[in-house]
């Protein structure tokens, strides 16, 4: 139980392009999801959290602007990286939690692997 | 402010040595503890968690952890690994709306 699916694996794609990443929970509903990214050989780091039907909390230094998060519903989150630069290449994660007790575990994805040339 | 330090960034053991992969946390009330195991190019797996009750927490794929509170530690322990133990390993603190994880220890496994 307590699947996470994200989607897709690993893009490539142009300098300028917007990508969007899916995350859906798959056998439970998830009220909250997470938004990581993992710079190499670092820790994850946490962009912002969302709830479902309510606007994303961003971490200090994320640009809201620039990684746009919708929580349209229990199962599906998804994190639109808009115009993206070299910069933003990297290893995005999204995390789901189960219920809303504070001492639920975040299940994982699988990660989406951001190449832009 | 929570945190947690994971002193080992990489570790290499003889497949059938016991393992043990230490984690120093600090939280200002009762933690909510986590071992999650990351393999190449993949997202995080949940390995076990401790949330309250017993301090020696089992978890999956014949993974342990204790718990102790004078030390601030939460060490995770496996008494024989496998060669498909390799894999980073995650220790986090927190709860539903905040978590922090470690740096991570990179574990190598030998024949």
């Known amino acids: 139980g307590a699947v996470v699916s994200q989607h897709p694996s690993r893009v490539i794609c142009k300098s300028g392009t917007s990508v969007k990443i899916e995350c859906r929970s798959l056998d439970f509903q998830a009220t909250t999801m997470f938004w990581y990214r993992q710079f190499p050989k670092q820790s994850l780091m946490l962009m912002a959290t969302?709830?479902?039907?309510?606007?994303?909390?961003?971490e200090q230094g994320v640009e809201k602007d620039k990684f746009l998060i919708n929580h349209a519903s229990l199962t599906l989150s998804t994190l639109t990286v808009t115009s993206a630069h070299p910069e933003d290449s990297s290893f995005y994660i999204c995390s789901a939690a189960q219920g809303t007790s504070s001492n639920q575990p975040q299940h994982f994805g699988d990660g989406t692997r951001l190449s832009i040339l | 402010a929570q945190s947690v330090t994971q002193p080992d960034i990489h570790i290499t053991v003889s497949e059938g040595a016991s393992l043990e992969l230490r984690c120093n946390y600090s939280?200002?009330?009762?933690?909510?503890l986590f071992w999650y195991v990351q393999s190449p190019g993949q997202g995080l797996q949940l390995l076990l968690k401790y949330f309250s009750g017993d301090t020696l927490v089992q978890g999956i794929k014949g993974f342990e952890a204790e718990f102790k509170r004078s030390q601030s530690s939460f060490n995770l322990r496996k008494p024989s690994v496998h060669w498909s133990d390799a894999a980073e390993y995650f220790c986090?603190?927190?709860?539903?709306?905040?978590?922090?994880f470690g740096t991570g220890t990179k574990l190598q496994v030998i024949p």
């Open positions: 986090a603190v927190g709860g539903y709306q905040k978590v922090t």
């Open positions: 939280y200002g009330a009762t933690p909510y």
């Open positions: 969302s709830n479902e039907g309510s606007k994303a909390t961003y």
